[in-house]
């Protein structure tokens, strides 16, 4: 399939995730390389990796909304459905998510518009197995088709995920974490990045230098 001459971004985090598939055999972590996921996250990812992963469970390690946001403006955030047991129901891309006057509002035309400040939301650190990539190349090409000639298309993690679920392939847990998340939305923020990388060492957790003798 020739691809429109207009289009120049990526096709996004999924098709990321797909170019990998010939480097990885094992379970395997997706993140954001922009993102600060804190020690907790990774800790219950590589638990959960070693001990539980598998062809039918997956998982994503969970963030309340309110702790994911930016001072400087909009965010994206994979906004996730639970059920009573921890799993994964549905998990839908939300775009330009803002506090407005107390509230977490998202003005991407869809609905509900204001989103609960508690919501569970995936900063992209998934936990995979790697059968995951011989599903994706499937969605992939649907995705191709229907969206070749529109420019901004992107293909999301959250997409594959929902429909992972939707097609009974096996359950996607969602798992909590205690850590602080941060990260580098727009340049403003680096300086509050820097003041909590910096308080984490001061406090222990990290060392000064992660390579450094």
Known sequence: MEIPAERTKPWGTAHAVLCAKDAVGDPFAVINADDFYGRDAFEKAADFLINRCDEKTYSIIGYELVKTLSDNGTVNRGVCEVDGAGNLVSIAERLNISMQEGRIVCDDNLQPREIAKDANVSMNFYCFHPSLFSYTEKL??????????????EFFIPLVADSFIKDKKGAINVIPTSAQWFGVTYKEDAPEVKASLDALISKGEYPGSLWGK
Not at 140 to 153: G, L, M, Q, T
């Open 140 to 153: 992939f090409r649907d995705f191709i088709r229907e969206n070749v000639a529109k420019p901004k298309s």
